[in-house]
């Protein structure tokens, strides 16, 4: 399953690297999360890992996997 999350302000590069299958992009004063998860287990799991570092979610988005 692919995932776009828009988070709040930018990430440290160690943040996004502990996160697992993630790439990061900057979108003006938002980061969005290109993030590849097995199951909703694993994507709640990285949700409470950007709660747990103080990112505020903004957007959650499937993607489909043609895009």
Known sequence: ML???RVRGSIRADVVAG???VTAVES?????LRCR???VA?????LRA????GLLIRELRKV???S
């Open 3 to 5: 995932y776009d999350i």
């Open 19 to 21: 996160l697992g299958d």
């Open 28 to 32: 003006g004063a938002d980061t969005i």
């Open 37 to 39: 998860v097995p199951d």
């Open 42 to 46: 694993a994507l709640a799991g990285l």
């Open 50 to 53: 950007l709660a747990q570092a």
């Open 64 to 66: 489909d996997p043609g």
